[in-house]
């Protein structure tokens, strides 16, 4: 297989947000701004990337039937890894993200890849999809991030772009998330088609 | 995709040792960073305690005193001292009645009962409504702020309720959660006031 199609696919032509419209619980939640959307994307990222790699590795040695249960396994532990080590060192971005972070187990992109991609293919295609997938996942969150940051409170990345009194709340709420979420989805669509 | 049969002992022992690796390797994380979360948690604490009343040089987190308000919530006061003496007391006080629950705050008081400086903790507020209370009790702008007043003197209620502080615009019941959370502590903080002294001449 083709591993730069294999990569890219996650950006435009698979992208899990804005194509397959998976992970919805975590795209809507976090991105009120760029940061939490960007590492919300890269924490999902990480995930995919090592249960890709496991899940590939271990695909012959485990049976059919328990093959659901010893993913979430395996993914479970990534997640939690990530929980431990981002509230060691990222104490600030772990506050903002708080129950998100755990949620990654249900996730159902981790999930998805690790069950349509990882238990299918070989080691390294499994890590080249989980990547693309993950980094594809990461752009979404940030630039719906990003999107709903600068309307609602007129920042970008936290420096100020013009004041906050300006700006229209409605898009750090959840319907805000929604309706920016639509017009993205309809932007990329256009740009798919043309 | 499996080659191995799915028998029960064949999906028992994969289960088993799957899980056992999990576990084995998350006790290993685990440990790893037990300490960095700890240290990244008494930072936070310290940098928080700082803010509100600055010019400490004990270990305030050291001597904290975990008592129980008249409401029943817990509150942990914080003596800072300069050379021995008592210069304010970090309160880490709290309400129920936030508009999403529980509003958690750090207030530094003088030992008098003046406010010189106070830190959001944890909050459920709103966002762009609730949450500017991180700001706007320290803004100087009409009767914002709560700063240099002292609730033993002062009417530290909201101008809607006959007070003389300024609510957040749109959000009076956060407004209302704050001041409750500081009222709390300041009381909490009286009625310990000699406990304070007594563990501060150990």
């Given at each position: 297989m083709n591993q730069w199609k294999n990569f890219t696919k996650g950006f435009f032509k698979e992208n899990a947000v804005f194509v397959l419209l998976?992970?919805?619980?975590?795209t809507l939640g976090v991105t009120s701004s760029a940061i939490n959307g960007l590492g919300m994307g890269l924490a999902t990222t990480f995930v995919l990337v090592m249960s890709n790699l496991v899940i590939s590795l271990i695909k012959n040695l485990v049976p059919e039937k328990v093959r659901i249960p010893a993913f979430i396994v395996v993914i479970a532990t990534f997640v939690t890894v990530v929980q431990m080590l981002m509230q060691a060192y990222t104490p600030a971005l772990y506050n903002s993200l708080g129950l998100f972070i755990p949620l990654i187990v249900v996730n159902c992109i981790v999930l998805g890849r690790a069950e349509a991609f990882a238990s299918k293919n070989s080691v390294g295609s499994s890590i080249v999809d989980g990547l693309g997938m993950g980094l594809g996942f990461a752009m979404a969150?940030?630039?719906?991030?990003?999107?709903?940051?600068?309307?609602?409170?007129?920042?970008?990345?936290?420096?100020?772009?013009?004041?906050?009194?300006?700006?229209?709340?409605?898009?750090?709420?959840?319907?805000?998330?929604?309706?920016?979420?639509?017009y993205m989805i309809a932007v990329i669509d256009k740009m798919k088609k043309a | 995709m499996a080659t191995i049969e799915s028998s029960l002992k064949n999906m028992l022992l994969t289960l088993f040792v799957i899980t056992a690796i999990a576990g084995t390797s998350l006790g290993f994380v685990y440990k790893l960073t037990e300490k960095p979360?700890?240290?990244?948690?008494?930072?936070?604490?310290?940098?928080?305690?700082?803010?509100v009343v600055p010019g400490f040089t004990n270990n305030p987190g050291d001597n904290v005193l975990e008592v129980t308000s008249d409401e029943g919530l817990p509150i942990k006061l914080?003596?800072?001292?300069?050379?021995?003496?008592?210069?304010?007391?970090?309160?880490?006080?709290?309400?129920?009645?936030?508009?999403?629950?529980?509003?958690?705050?750090?207030?530094?008081?003088?030992?008098?009962?003046?406010?010189?400086?106070?830190?959001?903790?944890?909050?459920?507020e709103t966002p762009g409504l609730g949450t500017k209370m991180a700001t706007w009790f320290k803004t100087d702008k009409g009767n914002q702020s709560v700063l240099g007043k002292n609730p033993g003197k002062n009417n530290l209620t909201v101008s809607k309720d006959g007070g003389e502080v300024d609510a957040i615009t749109a959000a009076t019941i956060?407004?209302?959660?704050?001041?409750?959370?500081?009222?709390?502590?300041?009381?909490?903080?009286?009625?310990?006031?000699?406990?304070?002294?007594e563990g501060g001449a150990k």
């Open positions: 998976l992970g919805m619980c975590p969150l940030t630039m719906l991030g990003s999107v709903r940051e600068l309307l609602g409170s007129g920042k970008l990345f936290n420096y100020t772009i013009y004041p906050e009194d300006y700006g229209m709340l409605v898009f750090i709420l959840a319907p805000g998330a929604f309706i920016a979420l639509g | 979360i700890a240290a990244a948690k008494a930072r936070k604490l310290q940098a928080a305690i700082k803010e914080y003596p800072a001292k300069k050379d021995g003496k008592l210069i304010g007391v970090a309160v880490e006080t709290m309400t129920n009645k936030g508009f999403g629950g529980n509003v958690k705050i750090m207030v530094g008081f003088k030992p008098d009962g003046t406010i010189i400086n106070y830190q959001v903790l944890e909050h459920q956060s407004s209302r959660a704050f001041l409750d959370a500081v009222r709390v502590g300041y009381e909490t903080l009286k009625k310990n006031e000699a406990k304070l002294e």
